[in-house]
């Protein structure tokens, strides 16, 4: 049996609770009483022999004050909350977060690139890519397996990104 994606925690005040919304959290359990150390994909047994959900809001309550927050909605689209980037040790930017990005396996990253040989950046933006890069700060590793969206959050204060070229001059 594969790890079974939890039922979303309503947010708002709850009037009437679907039969499925407990059939999803019956297979949860069940899952977990059948894997009690965890599968070490999914499911993590942290110090202490407490369990965890990759993603899930454990993983939120162990970074309360965490930047970049990651985040699945109710439409099945990722956020990603508010963080500061450092682009060149130059340029310090509050990034204000985004919304509605269709999840894949991959690496969410905060990408910002140069755009002339003035100093000018492009527009920091959120993508999910095969493998981080000197302008891609990963933020999260996501994973996607069929119905089940999971993800790693990474502890990320700033984001850094560093791009450097060969100086022509020092090739003389």
Same mark, same amino acid.
């Not at 508010?82 to 980037?85: A, E, Q, S």
């Not at 791009?163 to 060969?166: C, K, M, T």
């Given at each position: 049996m594969n790890c079974p994606r939890l039922p979303t925690v309503p947010s @708002? !005040? %709850? +009037? *009437?609770?679907? /039969? &499925?919304w407990f059939q999803r959290l019956?297979?949860?359990l069940q899952f977990a009483? +059948?894997?009690p150390v965890g599968d070490? &994909?999914?499911? =993590? *047994?942290?110090? @202490? @022999? +407490?369990? !965890?959900a990759a993603g899930g809001r454990d993983d939120l309550a162990a970074l309360p004050d965490s930047l970049f927050r990651v985040t699945l909605q109710e439409d099945g689209t990722l956020s990603v909350g /508010?963080? =500061?980037?450092n682009r060149n040790g130059l340029d310090f930017i509050s990034w204000p977060g985004a919304e509605g990005i269709t999840p894949k396996s991959g690496y969410l990253c905060i990408v910002s690139? /140069? %755009?002339d040989k003035m100093g000018n950046w492009s527009d920091p933006e959120i993508l999910i890519r095969d493998t981080p890069n000197q302008c891609a700060y990963p933020v999260a590793k996501i994973t996607v397996e069929g119905e089940s969206v999971s993800w790693e *959050? $990474? /502890?990320v204060t700033v984001a850094q990104i560093i $791009? &450097?070229? !060969?100086c022509p001059i020092a090739e003389l």
């Open positions: @708002g !005040r %709850v +009037t *009437q609770i679907d /039969p &499925s019956n297979e949860c009483m +059948t894997h070490g &994909s999914t499911i =993590f *047994q942290d110090a @202490g @022999g +407490t369990l !965890r /508010p963080g =500061f980037l690139e /140069p %755009v *959050q $990474y /502890p $791009y &450097s070229g !060969r």
